[in-house]
């Protein structure tokens, strides 16, 4: 049994970054960027109106005010995406629409809502600061800017900011192949009916795809092997073509557990088996050349403990992610905590905000690694030194957010 920080160590070591591939932008959400974007002109590119109203001159509007407007005389109408020709001469306006190129000599624009119009004629009600209601050519990025940094996890607003530097395509971390296998002879797929009295329907095939998908996995289920060797073997083949096979189950040490046994025929050379950890402990991680494969528990809630603490980190490396998986925090916990053995502990929790705006943490009252509605239940993982003590309400602990999402860190 190693140490789990000895275990992050060693998974680390085997995360190579994963090879690139250029993506439509609309393909690109969820991925991770690969290349610095740089803005190869000023956005916005030009001087342009922020409002609907009348481009003007500062002079023209010395002293304006609702008591005493000054009128100006409107010379031509400026609509976004237009030629820019137009100029604003003295005692002159030019009629601007949101967007549009600020003719030559604007020095600032008037909102519609302050101007009373009569054909030709303009009132003006409000005088107007220099460059009001205007905005500036690079104000939102300069020319060389770089908008978006490699690494970074690509959400709505960086695929927007790389559309605005005129790119249609970006280069994304390839998504890598995960093959997933459940094993255990009492396990079976949903959409039956029970076949025995002994038999349960399959969680881990299922929650695991998931995660794999959402962490941005090409994951493919592969379905149930029953524990017997020749049926794991058959279903290790089929995951010959994978960047990476999942297992869960049979990798502990009871009569049936045969995943370390096969995988070790099979060619995987072992990187750990057993790691000091809780929920989680019989956590296999091998290698056969650049494929990995983690023989993960078979208890739905270690298989996602160990999918939050040890898998992530390592799919974060490999997918070249600047920020790897949630940042930690410090909470209050509420409630008195007893632990007992020498194993980190990381125990269901939710997080909460308190009335005076402190982070609050609640665990889960049920513990054991085979009720998973306590991770339905939960939004974040108490991650607690091994040893034998007793935590009292009030005391900083240390939490791991659960939100699964590409919400930046
Ligand atoms: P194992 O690690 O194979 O000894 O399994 C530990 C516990 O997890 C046993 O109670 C199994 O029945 C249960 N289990 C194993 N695989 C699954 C699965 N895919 N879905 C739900 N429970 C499972
Ligand atoms: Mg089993």
């Known amino acids: ?44 590119p030009f001087d342009k109106s922020a409002m609907d109203g009348y481009a003007v001159r500062l ?37 601007i629409m949101t967007g549009a190129p600020l003719p030559a000599g604007t020095q600032a624009v008037v909102m519609q809502e302050d101007t009373k119009r009569k054909g030709d004629l303009l009132q003006v009600f409000k005088a107007v600061k220099e460059f009001e209601n205007c905005a500036e050519a690079g104000e939102d990025v300069k020319k060389g800017n770089i908008v978006l940094r490699s690494g970074s996890l690509l959400g709505p607003a960086e695929i927007g900011m790389a559309a605005s530097t005129g790119k249609a395509a970006l280069y994304v971390t390839k998504r890598p192949r995960a093959a997933v296998i459940s094993t255990g002879d009492e396990v079976h797929r949903p959409g039956k009916p029970r076949p025995n009295r002994t038999g349960i329907f399959d969680a881990n095939g299922y929650s695991l795809t998931s995660l794999l998908t959402q962490e941005g996995c090409d994951a493919k289920f592969l379905g149930i092997a029953r524990d017997r060797p020749g049926m794991l073997e058959a279903k290790l083949a089929r995951a010959a073509d994978f960047d990476m096979v999942f297992l869960s189950g049979g990798v ?31 956590t296999f991680l091998g290698r056969k050349g650049r494929k990995v494969v ?22 974060d490396a490999l997918l070249g992610k600047n920020a790897g998986g949630p940042a930690g925090l410090k909470a209050r916990l509420t409630g008195q905590v ?13 997080l909460t905000t308190s009335k005076d705006g402190c982070l609050e943490v609640t665990p889960y009252p049920n513990q054991k690694s085979g009720v998973l509605r306590s991770m339905v239940e939960s939004n974040a993982l108490l991650n607690l030194e091994g040893g034998t003590y007793e935590l009292k309400p009030g005391a900083m602990v240390d939490v791991l957010p659960l939100e699964e999402s590409w919400k930046k860190n």
């Not at 160590?9 to 740089?38: N, Q, Y």
């Not at 025929?265 to 790691?275: L, N």
Request: net charge positive; proline share 7%; with cysteine.
């Open 1 to 44: 049994m190693i140490e789990f920080d000895e275990a992050i160590k060693r998974t680390l070591a085997i995360a190579k970054p994963h090879p690139r591939e250029r993506v439509g932008l609309l393909k690109a959400l969820g991925r991770v960027l690969r290349e610095d974007v740089k803005a190869g002109f000023d956005i916005p």
């Open 59 to 95: 002079s023209d509007l010395a002293g304006t005010s609702q008591e005493s407007p000054v009128t100006l005389r409107v010379t031509g109408e400026q609509p976004a995406g237009g030629k820019n020709t137009l100029k604003v001469e003295p005692g002159c306006a030019v009629r």
């Open 252 to 282: 502990s040490v009871g009569d049936f557990d045969l995943v370390r046994k096969q995988l070790i025929a099979t060619g995987y050379k072992e990187i750990y088996w057993r790691v000091a950890m809780k929920p989680g402990k019989p």
């Open 294 to 315: 983690f023989g993960l528990p078979g208890n739905p809630v270690s298989v996602m403990v160990v999918f939050n603490v040890l898998v992530r980190p390592y799919l």
């Open 338 to 350: 007893t632990l007992k053995g020498n194993r980190r502990q990381f125990l269901r929790a939710t």
